[in-house]
């Protein structure tokens, strides 16, 4: 689904209205009626629109409009509607204009008393700073909220106050439970300090003909998309069918990275996983991972040519390459990272495994100077804000702000890679510009191995045919999705979630993408 700014979306309205005739008058109606239906939709099936206190904020622009014929389709419904239009002061309880008292202890009531409260104060349209009494408004609404856990908050198109641009927010603002978005999710939603403030993201539908596409090359992925993406499994297959992938990961220190980015790949379908191991290593790995196979390298102190050559030897065959995570960053193993690079640049398009490098792989990587011109083609890279940082000389990288984006579009065209930038917002850009971002997020992920995991799904991904670029796409959401799934079966939250957690609900996470409407 297509992600817009601010003037993508006036620009897609104005051609609305242009080629179509679909004025904003019209607009608005569907605007109100969709985010009426979603609305109803996550009320149910625990709450009925029947006798449900609903009090709308209206603002003067659009946005109110918006909220306008939202509040007629509720109250149509059943629901008491209590209207307060900011602008004008005015309140109007269930149709009737309250004037015997001063409005704002009447105002007070009307907070105190609804069961969900609506934002439809300013949208894209907000051009400065909130006034104060716009601000005394939200904080009324918020000190409730924090007295009452059951007052539902609700954003119409966006929080008011937050900048659909960039993710900044105003010092008014504040964060709801749901935002009922319109058309198209927003730019600013998918950054901090914005991201904490938007909810349960819903996008309604105003009736924007199909063939007005927005121009912006940015994407939220969503289960549809991934659900199409997934590789068919025909019936008659077999292990041949759906590739084999090599890892070269892991070492004294750190060998259960191998186990996790190995178990991951075959967990997302690849039909033969290949462990590149010293015999040191081998018990290891032979004993916890049963349905690995392995290409014995000769152990660490060689010379690493011969290394390289042990593995370069059993490449063959190989639909794609995992090199990085646990590996080490010693000088041997980046001359060993780069004579398999050269080998790999060598191959014919349709000889060469797809290459994903993550951790220290990159670490040695970005010790190298102009790394980049050493990848073959349609490499993916998967830094981490901290890898990014030093693959770019040392800047500092944000985790979750919007710079991220540019940066990372930015880097992807310049070193013509697919880069997977992780981070509390991750996002993948592809060597042509275009950018896609997983919405969803899950902080229990915030563990050691998670990301041996993301990099073993793609591998897996990549095996099986998948571009670079929709293999990358499909393993950050499914990465999400499954943590999702093992918070809900092992009944956990934020945090105590291992990295092998995952792996059994991997499988499940393919079923499952349809899980989330969008
Ligand atoms: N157009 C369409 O076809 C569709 C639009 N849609 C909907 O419209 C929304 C955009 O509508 P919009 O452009 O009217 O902007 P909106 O956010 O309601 O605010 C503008 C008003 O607020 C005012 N104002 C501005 N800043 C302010 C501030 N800080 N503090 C106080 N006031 C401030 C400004 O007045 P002025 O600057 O002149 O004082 C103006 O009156 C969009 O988010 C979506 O909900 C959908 O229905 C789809 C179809
Ligand atoms: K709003």
Same mark, same amino acid.
């Given at each position: 689904m297509?992600?817009?700014?601010?003037?993508?979306?006036?620009?897609?309205? +104005?051609?609305?209205?242009?080629?179509?005739?679909?004025?904003?008058?019209i %607009?608005?109606?569907?605007?109100?009626?969709?985010?009426?239906?979603?609305?109803?939709?996550?009320?149910?099936?625990?709450?009925?629109?029947?006798?449900?206190?609903?009090?709308?904020?209206?603002?003067?622009?659009? @946005?109110?409009?918006?909220? !306008?014929?939202?509040?007629e389709h509720l109250k149509n419904a059943g629901a008491l509607i209590s209207l307060y239009h900011w602008k004008e002061q005015k309140l109007i309880v269930q149709g009737k204009h309250q004037q015997d008292q001063?409005?704002?202890?009447?105002?007070?009531?009307?907070?105190?008393?609804?069961?969900?409260?609506?934002?439809a104060l300013l949208g894209t349209g907000r051009s400065r700073p909130l006034p104060d009494d716009m601000r005394a408004l939200l904080a009324l609404v918020k000190e409730?909220?924090?007295?009452?856990?059951?007052?539902?908050?609700?954003?119409?198109?966006?929080?008011?106050?937050?900048?659909?641009?960039?993710?900044?927010?105003?010092?008014?603002?504040? +964060?709801?439970?749901?935002?009922?978005?319109?058309?198209?999710?927003k730019l600013g939603f998918f950054f901090f300090p914005g991201r904490d403030y938007i909810g349960d993201l819903e996008v309604g539908d105003i009736g924007l003909p199909d063939a007005l596409e927005p121009s912006s090359h940015t994407e939220m992925i969503t289960g549809q998309q991934v659900h199409k993406l997934l590789p068919e499994r025909p019936l008659n297959s077999n292990k041949g069918t759906f590739g084999k992938v090599m890892l070269l990961c892991g070492s004294l220190p750190y060998p259960g990275s191998a186990f996790l980015a190995g178990n991951s790949a075959a967990r997302v379908g690849a039909g033969l996983i290949t462990l590149a191991v010293t015999e040191k290593m081998l018990p290891f790995y032979a004993s916890s991972f049963h349905e690995a196979t392995f290409a014995i390298l000769p152990e660490e102190d060689a010379e690493s040519f011969e290394r390289a050559k042990a593995l370069i030897e059993k490449l063959e065959g190989y639909k794609a390459l995992l090199i990085g995570p646990g590996l080490g960053q010693s000088a041997n193993t980046r001359e060993v990272i780069l004579q398999v690079l050269e080998h790999l640049r060598?191959?014919?398009?349709?000889?060469?495994?797809?290459?994903?490098?993550?951790?220290?792989?990159?670490?040695?990587?970005?010790?190298?100077?102009?790394?980049?011109?050493?990848?073959?083609?349609?490499?993916?890279?998967?830094?981490?804000p901290g890898e990014m940082g030093r693959l770019s000389e040392g800047i500092k990288v944000s985790g979750g702000n919007i710079e991220r984006l540019e940066l990372a579009r930015k880097k992807a065209?310049?070193?013509?890679?697919?880069? %997977?930038?992780?981070?509390?917002?991750?996002?993948?850009?592809?060597?042509?510009?275009?950018?896609?971002? @997983?919405?969803?997020? @899950?902080?229990?992920?915030?563990?050691?191995?998670?990301?041996?995991? !993301?990099?073993?799904?793609?591998?897996?991904? !990549?095996?099986?045919?998948?571009?670079?670029?929709?293999?990358?796409?499909?393993?950050?959401?499914?990465?999400t999705a499954a943590a999702d799934l093992v918070n809900e079966h092992m009944n956990i939250e934020r945090a105590g979630l291992l990295a092998s957690d995952l792996l059994p609900y991997i499988p499940m996470s393919l079923v499952n993408t349809t899980y989330s409407e969008l």
């Open positions: 297509h992600i817009v700014t601010i003037s993508e979306m006036k620009t897609l309205e +104005a051609q609305a209205e242009q080629q179509y005739g679909l004025t904003s008058p %607009l608005m109606q569907n605007a109100g009626k969709s985010a009426a239906d979603l609305f109803e939709a996550n009320l149910l099936p625990t709450y009925s629109l029947k006798g449900l206190k609903v009090l709308f904020l209206i603002g003067p622009g659009n @946005n109110g409009g918006d909220g !306008l014929v939202m509040a001063p409005v704002h202890e009447l105002l007070t009531t009307q907070i105190k008393d609804a069961d969900y409260i609506i934002d409730e909220r924090s007295r009452r856990e059951s007052l539902g908050l609700v954003a119409i198109d966006l929080p008011t106050g937050l900048n659909a641009d960039t993710g900044e927010v105003d010092p008014g603002s504040i +964060a709801v439970d749901t935002t009922i978005t319109l058309a198209y999710p060598s191959l014919p398009d349709d000889k060469r495994p797809h290459l994903v490098i993550d951790a220290d792989g990159l670490n040695n990587l970005s010790a190298l100077e102009r790394w980049w011109t050493l990848l073959p083609k349609d490499t993916v890279i998967t830094p981490h065209q310049e070193w013509q890679v697919n880069l %997977l930038l992780k981070g509390s917002c991750t996002l993948i850009a592809n060597p042509t510009g275009n950018t896609r971002i @997983n919405w969803w997020g @899950n902080p229990a992920l915030a563990t050691a191995g998670t990301g041996d995991v !993301l990099a073993g799904m793609i591998s897996g991904f !990549l095996a099986q045919g998948m571009s670079p670029f929709d293999a990358a796409s499909a393993a950050v959401y499914l990465h």
